[in-house]
């Protein structure tokens, strides 16, 4: 399959501050150069993988290889936070933890606190007591922890008190709409207010054009992702567009 055959290739879609427009990190999304289909999103192939078995395989290359770009990376003088997309069931595996700490150690130029592992909230939801604790130890060893797509798995606010996530993701459905629909506008104005009360990161997704920007800005969101400042590329256009992203007053 896919993984033996090598067809698959991580792009990554960078995250900026919103003020300066400056790279904060990337989010390594994958790639699956179909030997027919041409090139695949994940949302083209992941539900059929489904397997609990392939999401960590899936996973685990996904890690290796994310790792392998900021080694990379930094031998070119660039350290650029990377985050990954873990999969509930690859984070509940049994052996998750020994294998990210021995990944770790096999990178260990790479800082662990430049790796962040991006949770989706409605899997994080499932079973909040073990996977809290699986995070836990998770962020111990350093490596960030990120709820993605915040706002569509209806946390409480009682269960975010006790997330260990240093960093909340809001859900770009809600980024993109927000400009012309007022609930839109006002559950991406909670979700900040949200991560600033908890004293967490926010990122917004989904950020498509400048007004979304400035929007986000004028809202006290500080980083953002999306097309609007670029989509996901190959690791080696992401050096030639940081070379030509034109970024705010030096
Ligand atoms: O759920 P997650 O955050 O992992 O989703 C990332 C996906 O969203 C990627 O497949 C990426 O290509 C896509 N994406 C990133 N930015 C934008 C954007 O501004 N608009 C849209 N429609 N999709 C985006
Ligand atoms: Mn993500």
Redesign the pocket.
């Known amino acids: 399959m896919a993984l033996q055959r090598n067809e698959l290739e991580l792009?990554f879609?960078p995250k900026v501050n919103l003020r300066d427009r400056r790279l904060v990190g990337a989010?390594a999304?994958v790639r699956w150069h179909h030997p027919s289909k041409g090139l695949l999103?994940?949302?083209q192939f992941l539900p059929n993988i489904g397997g609990h078995e392939l999401d960590a395989q899936l996973g685990e290359w996904v890690l290796r290889h994310a790792l392998q770009q900021m080694r990379r990376w930094r031998a070119l003088g660039h350290e650029i936070p990377v985050s990954v997309?873990i999969a509930v069931d690859h984070l509940e595996a049994p052996g998750f933890v020994d294998r990210l700490s021995a990944l770790l150690m096999e990178f260990a130029d790479v800082p662990a606190q430049a790796l962040q592992l991006?949770i989706?909230e409605s899997g994080a939801l499932l079973d909040p007591g073990r996977i809290g604790r699986l995070l836990e130890t998770i962020q111990a060893m350093g490596v960030a922890v990120a709820i993605?797509?915040f706002g569509t798995g209806y946390a409480s606010l009682a269960y975010l008190k006790h997330l260990p996530a240093q960093v909340i993701?809001i859900?770009?459905g809600f980024?993109?709409e927000m400009l012309t629909k007022r609930d839109d506008r006002a559950i991406v104005q909670t979700i900040i207010a949200l991560a600033h009360a908890f004293e967490r990161d926010v990122v917004a997704?989904?950020?498509?054009t400048d007004a979304h920007v400035e929007a986000l800005v004028a809202m006290g969101c500080e980083v953002g992702?999306?097309?609007?400042?670029a989509?996901?590329m190959p690791a080696a256009s992401l050096l030639a567009w940081l070379q030509t992203h034109k970024v705010g007053a030096e």
């Open positions: 792009y879609q989010e999304l999103l994940p949302g997309n991006e989706l993605d797509d993701k859900d770009q980024v993109r997704e989904g950020v498509e992702q999306g097309y609007g400042i989509r996901p």
